[in-house]
Structure formats: C-alpha cells, structure tokens
C-alpha cells in the first residue's frame, strides 16, 4: 500500500524547505533579468545621444528606432516610442556621476567610485523612470534609490514619498544628537527625524459629510504613525508612567528596532515653548529608568509643534544630555476654507491619543 507523504512530518518540512528555495531562486533570476535590462539600456541610452551628438540624426531617431526595435521584437513591451524617450532620459540625468563603458563593463567603473548604476539596477525600472522624472538632481535621486532598497518600496510608495517631499524633509529637524550620543548613532537618528511632518492627507473634498471627518480623525492618527517613518514599532498612546505615586501619560510610546531605543514623541498645538523641552527630559529620564533594558540606547525624544523658532529651541536643547529632537508639524493645508471648522484641531488631537491606535 502506497505511503500517504501529505500527511508524512518529514515529507512536509522537506515540501517546505524546497518551495523556499524555488521562491529565492526565483527572486534571484528576477534581479538577474532586471539588473541586465537596465545595463542593456544604459548602453542604449548612451548609443543614442552619441548618435544624436555625432550623427546628426536628430529628434527623429527616437521614433525610427521604436518602429524598427519594436517590428524586430514585437512580443517585448521596452521599445515603444515612450519608454525609448525615458531611456534616454534615464541616461542624460545621470550621465556626469557615472562614466559610460562598454556593456561588459558597466556599473564595475564608476565617477568617485560611486555604485550609483549598480544600486539602480537592483530596483525595477518603472522605479527608475519615476525618479528621473520627479527628481532635479542626482543626489535627491540616488536618495529615493537608496530608500527604496532599503525599505522594500513598492512603486505607489515611492511616489508617495517623493510626493510628501521626504528628500527635503529627511534629517532637517533641530536636535542635540551629536552631544547626547555616540557619532554612529546620533547620525542614524538624526536622518531618522523629519522636518516638518506632513499631515496634509487629512485634506477632504468639498462633499465631504460627518462620517468622512471621522474617517478622517482616525486615517490621519493611523497615518501619523506611518508618517514617523521605518523602523517604529508602535508600544502605545497616552503610554501610562508612575512617578512617585503620580501618573504621567506619555503621547506616543515608540522602540525603534533600528535605533534600538525607545522613542517618545510629544504632540503640541503651539509653537515651541521652552518649557516643552524641560518636561520631554523628564519622560526621557522615566522610560529610561522604567523601561530601558541595560542592552537599549538612551531613549530620544521628538516634539511636534507648530513653527519652531530655531535660536530658542537651540538655547533650550543646549545643556540637556538627553536626545531630543524638536520639529514642525503641517496640518490642513490642502483644506477647504469651509472645511477646516469641522476638522478636528491639534488639542482634539491630543487627546484623541487617550484612545487605540489603528496600525496598519
């Protein structure tokens, strides 16, 4: 009688490890392909402007050799007229930081020693096309390329991150890092922190009714916690902490699986005021007493308000040993003027955080 392996222990963890492997095989030939379009059309790129440059042969190239490339190669979708456009775009933004080679060599000798086309072959090329056409600059460009690796970003991401402006926002906030920890670390939080953070997805259409303000309230708390960036893990809101036989409630209580410590972020609906700096000190000096394991780094600090003045929150921050960084947060924007009545302020905000967070 024939053994029934479904139900076999050993047989379902080796069909378990095996379509692992089929899955990171396959994920490795993806890359492969990928990696070696784009090298095939950075060669491409290159070849037209050199033709266009030398040959004289003008805007009309780019449409003659769609027709041609696409009649030799109907089943593949890359030689239209368009994506050949965005070929040769893609080439043009980046063509001073990298020096062109032959096809054999590309992406092994670069401008600086700078691995800008490597790193851009491991992200798809309909990535590749939206940062060279949202981006001014290569520098804000190879950051977006460095983010989305990072993080994982599946396109829609993306966009939306160049959208909010992240580049512009990345590391600007005002803080005491570089005095309150070691350089790797303080460098590390530092591009962590935003400035500002942009709450403008509350921003409603002119049919908006009650239920949409609500929907609202609740998108922009969970979208709030998005919008701090990778790496928090969310630990709670209106966080509970006894002091002395008094109860302190904390805003939001973060740990940063990068930063490896706890982050405690402060919403205000003022702009700063120096005392904000003294009490978030204080909640620093609990979690790190209450909560800290020996192993985490100091516990930091984020306060959100409106416009910060930057000599006083320089003059504030200057003696405290503990990491705080202070930041302005953007809200109702985009809002209709007959809108923004019905929306909730920063103080409903804040005590909106009394209550669960929707994580998504």
Partial sequence: ??????????????????????????????????????????????????????ANWGEGLIEQLAKDLSAAFPGVKGFSRTNIFYVRKWFVFYRGEIVP?????????????????????????????????????????????????????????????MESKLYERQGKAIQNFQLAMPGPQADLARETLKNPYNFDFLSLGREAGEKDLEDALTAHIQKFIMELGQGFAYMGRQFPTDVGGDTFYLDLLFYHTRLRCYVIVELKATEFKPEYAGKLNFYLNVVNAQLKHPQDQPSIG???????????????????????????????????????????SIEELEQELGESVIVG
């Fill in 1 to 54: 009688m024939a053994q029934n392996l479904s139900v076999d222990k050993q047989y379902k963890k080796w069909i378990v490890e095996l379509k692992d492997k089929i899955r990171t095989t396959q994920i490795k030939a993806a890359l492969s392909v990928n990696r070696e379009l784009l090298y095939l059309y950075w060669e491409l790129g290159r070849e037209i402007c050199e033709k266009q440059e030398k």
């Fill in 101 to 161: 080679q032959v096809v054999g060599q590309i992406g092994k000798e670069l401008k600086n020693n700078d691995k800008a086309l490597e790193l851009m072959t491991q992200i798809p090329w309909g990535h590749n096309r939206e940062i060279v056409t949202r981006c001014s600059a290569v520098s804000e460009a190879l950051f977006y390329v460095r983010e989305t690796i990072k993080n994982n970003w599946s396109r829609a991401v993306l966009v939306a991150q």
């Fill in 302 to 344: 984020i306060l959100l308000c409106k416009t910060p003045n930057k000599i006083m929150v320089e003059y504030a921050l200057e003696n405290i040993t503990s990491p705080l960084g202070v930041a302005e947060h953007q809200i109702m924007n985009a809002i209709p003027d007959n809108l923004k009545g019905d929306l909730p």
